[in-house]
């Protein structure tokens, strides 16, 4: 079974300012996806940025961009230009091809808080 | 719009009642999934289904129990034996496909509560 581990519970970042947010991850799979959601205090999960693992090219959503190292099994998510609304809870999450019901597996998650 | 509608937004179970969350979603999605988040964690896998009439169970189906007789719902019913249902409930839905870069997409959430 996969793993997922996001090992930072909270970080905080400066107002126009960019922040790094780690997830590594634990499988013996070749071909997978990998995807970063976000929670605001709303509760609603909103998916920011998804990373397919056959593609060397890192994804990039404007302010938000992966840094995605396979052979290191690692997917971070920085966020440049930092805005009050994307304080946050922030998920990491792993899908398998090979599993039929195409569920994710998630990291615990990182609280991010933005400073005026 | 189209999304999923989760019902009702908070909830409260008495001993030894069973409540029933909705989740329906006007996606055309093929596969919807049922999580549990407790506070300052992740999410973790209930009950998902592929198609109407089937459903398999997740990481943490005991206690839970699910339905799929429509393909637009996908009800969450707690029991009784749920020891601990205090949590919040967030209903998922995807297109059914074999390229899995396709995201899920989330409902608000339920919010239960044991009186």
């Known amino acids: 079974a996969q793993t997922v581990t996001q090992s930072q519970p909270e970080m905080s970042v400066q107002e126009a300012e960019t922040v790094t947010l780690s997830c590594t991850y634990d499988t013996s799979e070749s071909d997978y996806y990998l995807f970063w959601y976000k929670q605001p205090p709303s509760r609603q999960m909103i998916l920011v940025i998804r990373q397919e693992a056959y593609k060397q090219q890192n994804a990039t959503e404007n302010r938000f961009s992966v840094n995605f190292q396979k052979a290191a099994k690692s997917f971070s998510l920085k966020i440049s230009d930092s805005q009050l609304g994307d304080a946050a809870m922030y998920f990491c999450?792993?899908?398998?091809?090979?599993?039929?019901?195409?569920?994710?597996?998630f990291g615990g998650g990182t609280r991010l808080m933005v400073k005026p | 719009d189209g999304g999923i509608t989760q019902s009702p937004k908070y909830l409260f179970r008495k001993e030894g009642q069973n409540v029933t969350l909705s989740c329906e979603q006007n996606l055309n999605h093929d596969a919807m999934y049922w999580y549990r988040q407790d506070p300052g964690q992740g999410l973790r896998l209930i009950y998902y289904s592929q198609i109407v009439n089937d459903f398999q169970k997740g990481d943490i189906a005991e206690g839970y129990s699910v339905s799929r007789e429509k393909k637009e719902s996908f009800p969450l019913t707690v029991t009784s034996a749920q020891k601990n249902p205090t949590a919040f409930y967030l209903c998922?839905?995807?297109?059914?496909?074999?390229?899995?870069?396709?995201?899920?997409?989330f409902g608000d959430g339920t919010r239960l509560s044991i009186l």
């Open positions: 998922a839905s995807s297109p059914e496909t074999r390229k899995g870069n396709q995201p899920q997409h």
């Open positions: 999450a792993y899908r398998s091809p090979y599993n039929a019901g195409n569920m994710l597996t």
